[in-house]
């Protein structure tokens, strides 16, 4: 046994001269200054403070004479670009936002052919950009997505969006490499531009042009903690991007990337990050003798552990990560990041009054925040690092999805550790859950026109996630709570799943994992089908309404306030179509026979039909889709989704 403790001490004792020895190496290395920070420049032009690789003075650090810009009288900014000069307004991380050439005076639109650059391999027209279209013939090209966006006129005042708007990222009407004339075949006669950034409904009025480097120039331009990564629509363009843990521009030449942590509750930077290491030696002899004590307490917290063994899957919640990953998705993200005490205020301290809803994908609480704005609070739990990655990243999926059926995604909370908070915009109409169980204010039933609308918005914006974004975005836990309802009693689809587990083995598809949650969904909203016609969410509502419905008594479960039996014919039978296709829903929903787009084309043509509802606006499915073929599929004849 002796010699096995000396040979232990001896071990742990090298053990503790390598680690510090590292240590000390590590801290000296962080200690040594950039020494390419002394050939930036940092210049300024007016009030613009020009990032890398951006440049006046040509002796400064840059990739290419590409970024070359000019200040004249030492206030307006001008990216050259051929013949023409692009006065610079703003700048962000992947472009900059550029002005009309030759823009003197405050003009709400400009001539179609006024803005001809096509891109080339360092500048390309960001997809980011919305358009507004003045006096089109032919409004097909418009697009209503646009209409929750405010655009600033010339003159900075805030009047809504235009008439027309049609943001660059459809690619129906525009593609990139085209010019803005393209326009004029829907007679258009001039366009004004404005950058929409993901997260914000605020445009930036302007054009936004993203940089980026030839790739077959891009060896070496990378610093280390950095990796490459394509630009979007500079062809063959790429940019460097900073590991996660680190902050900078990514560029060798240029500052290159910093380490970033938390320490002391506060984000520190470079050597702040790691602690000074004094007395060398001193701690090596400590060690040292200290060693045959941690070796005899460790076997003791062995033979503990042997003894009473920890119970599998426990979660401290005291817990913290590393915060690597939300250090990376504050300096990367574009949503509002919220602080937890705004949200604490606002949810009255996440009190039991205040809660919405508490199911499988968390839980939502209802809020108003301290400008009065009506907020949903979904909380999120994570048990470690990886789960809240995988939240973090689907936050920036789904910030990027603008519908008017989505309920829109205010921001985020990420000071709670494992508890990343969801900001939702809440309308003042409360949720689909409310009004059919008269609950919260609600003491009007929804008619059967209302129901009807909104299954089919739920149906078709369901369809849009799930086949028309890459990769597909599925609820994971529909249910009328989760359906906010807006003034016009439209629907607005809140508490997506974020957290999705996987099935077990790691060697399955992708592709079987979509159809296990494309499923999922199918199956849920046949449920909340019965809901909306029931106005009940009995445990057994499936099992006594497929009972009912095959026994011809389907009348015995339609909810009282809709007055079946007082309904002329018309209306029964629409409420027998939509009950069958619930049951089908259940039926065959769940071994993929029935897609979602088939509900949604079957909701559609019946909200169509609706002969009492002629004069209202239904779902309309061309502010749903931008896919054409898809579009074509769910708005042809519903016969074929009858499953035998």
Sequence with gaps: MLPLYLASFLLLGLFNCLSISHSLHEHQKLEQPNL??????????????????????????SVSDAFHLSCLNSTALFLNIGSESYRVLEFFSDGLLVDFPGSSSCRQYNDLNSFDFLGNDHFGVSVENVIGLYDCEDSSLCKTECETNDLPG????????????????????WHLGEKFSVFSKFGCRGFSSWVVQRGSNLGKRGVKLEWAVPRNSS????????????????????????????????????EGCIKSCIKDRK???????????????????????LAPVFIIASLIALLCLLKYPAKPGTFDPAQKPDFQSTISFRKASRTRLFTYHELEEAT????????????????????????????????????????????????????????????????????????????????????????????????????????????????????FLQYEISPPIFHCDLKPAYIFIDENFSSKVAG?????????????????????????DVYAFGVMLLEIIAGSNCLDLPTVALQKIRSGKLEEIVDPHLYYHEQPSYRREQIE????????????????????????????????????????????????????????????????????
């Design 36 to 61: 390419l920070h002394n050939q930036l420049c940092h210049e300024k032009c007016g009030q613009l403070q020009l990032p890398f690789p951006f440049h006046l003075n040509k002796s400064c650090s």
């Design 154 to 173: 010339c003159d900075g005042n805030v009047n809504g969006s235009p008439a027309c708007c049609y943001p660059l990222s459809d690619h129906s009407v």
């Design 219 to 254: 060896k070496g331009v990378c610093a280390s903690n950095a990796y490459i990564t394509n630009a979007t629509v500079v062809e063959a363009g790429v940019r460097c991007i900073c590991e996660d843990g680190f902050l900078g521009d990514g560029f060798a030449t240029g």
């Design 267 to 289: 984000e520190a930077y470079g050597n702040d990050c790691l602690k000074k290491k004094r007395g060398g030696k001193k701690l090596v002899i400590l060690a040292g003798v």
């Design 348 to 463: 009255k301290g996440f009190e039991e009054g205040q809660k919405l809803l508490s199911g499988n994908n968390g839980t939502i609480f209802a809020g108003v925040l301290g400008d009065g704005s009506h907020i949903a609070v979904h909380k999120v739990e994570c048990e470690n690092e990886k789960d809240l990655i995988q939240v973090l990243s689907q936050i920036e999926v789904l910030s990027a999805v603008l519908h008017r059926n989505i309920a829109r995604l205010l921001g985020c909370c990420i000071d709670l550790a494992y508890t990343p908070l969801l900001v939702y915009e809440y309308p003042a109409n409360s949720t689909l859950e409310e009004h059919l169980h008269q609950r919260g204010g609600q003491n009007v039933a929804l008619d059967w026109y209302k129901r009807l609308s909104i299954a089919a918005e739920t149906a078709s914006v369901l369809a």
């Design 496 to 520: 997506f799943g974020l957290l999705i587990t996987s099935l077990g083995d790691g060697s399955q598809s992708h592709n079987h994992e979509d159809s296990r949650f494309h499923k999922n």
């Design 577 to 644: 179509i939509v009950a069958d296709l619930a049951m089908r829903c259940l039926l065959f929903g769940g071994d993929g026979k029935l897609g979602m787009y088939d509900v949604a084309r079957e909701l559609v043509h019946i909200r169509r039909d609706s002969s009492d509802g002629g004069s209202k606006r239904g779902p309309a499915l061309e502010e749903t889709f931008s896919n054409s073929s898809l579009l074509q599929m769910i708005s042809m004849s519903p016969d074929s989704t009858y499953v035998p």
